[in-house]
């Protein structure tokens, strides 16, 4: 008789197991957490994009599974909280975009691109 061992692979926290590209960027954004009666603002920065979430820096923790609303000119995005790590004195937070809404007619890529090639996703606010 023979015998079958099964190895699980564990991945290591440098490995990205992610399907989508994503973009780095640093750009600002103002942050709503969606609370009722209560919604909260705070300013974040938006460390990276994909087609289907955002990793975001703020000075506050988040729980899993809150809503927010992130605003970055262009365009108004409902996420999900999918993490929220501490990070020194701040947090990653990691979202799945549920929505998204183009500011003044304009598609998330085109307001997101700026017409660079090389990087998509960046967004310069400073315009």
Same mark, same amino acid.
């Given at each position: 008789?023979?015998?079958?061992? !099964?190895?699980? &692979?564990?991945?290591?926290? #440098?490995?990205?197991?992610?399907?989508?590209?994503?973009?780095?960027?640093?750009?600002?954004?103002?942050?709503?957490?969606?609370?009722?009666?209560?919604?909260?603002?705070?300013?974040?920065?938006? !460390?990276?994009? #994909?087609? #289907?979430? !955002?990793?975001? &820096?703020?000075?506050?923790?988040?729980?899993?599974?809150?809503?927010?609303?992130?605003?970055?000119?262009?365009?108004?995005?409902?996420?999900?909280?999918?993490?929220?790590?501490?990070?020194?004195?701040?947090?990653?937070?990691?979202? &799945?975009?549920?929505?998204?809404?183009?500011?003044?007619?304009?598609?998330?890529?085109?307001?997101?691109?700026?017409?660079?090639?090389?990087?998509?996703?960046?967004?310069?606010?400073?315009?």
């Amino acid at each position: 008789m023979s015998s079958v061992k !099964l190895v699980l &692979r564990q991945n290591s926290p #440098s490995e990205d197991r992610r399907s989508e590209v994503r973009f780095a960027t640093n750009d600002p954004a103002a942050i709503t957490i969606l609370q009722p009666g209560n919604p909260t603002h705070v300013d974040g920065r938006i !460390l990276d994009i #994909s087609k #289907s979430g !955002l990793r975001l &820096r703020l000075s506050v923790a988040l729980q899993v599974g809150q809503l927010i609303q992130v605003r970055v000119k262009g365009f108004i995005a409902l996420a999900e909280v999918r993490y929220c790590r501490a990070i020194s004195e701040s947090f990653d937070v990691g979202t &799945r975009i549920l929505d998204a809404l183009p500011i003044k007619g304009k598609s998330i890529t085109e307001s997101m691109a700026r017409g660079r090639k090389e990087d998509p996703c960046r967004v310069d606010l400073a315009k």
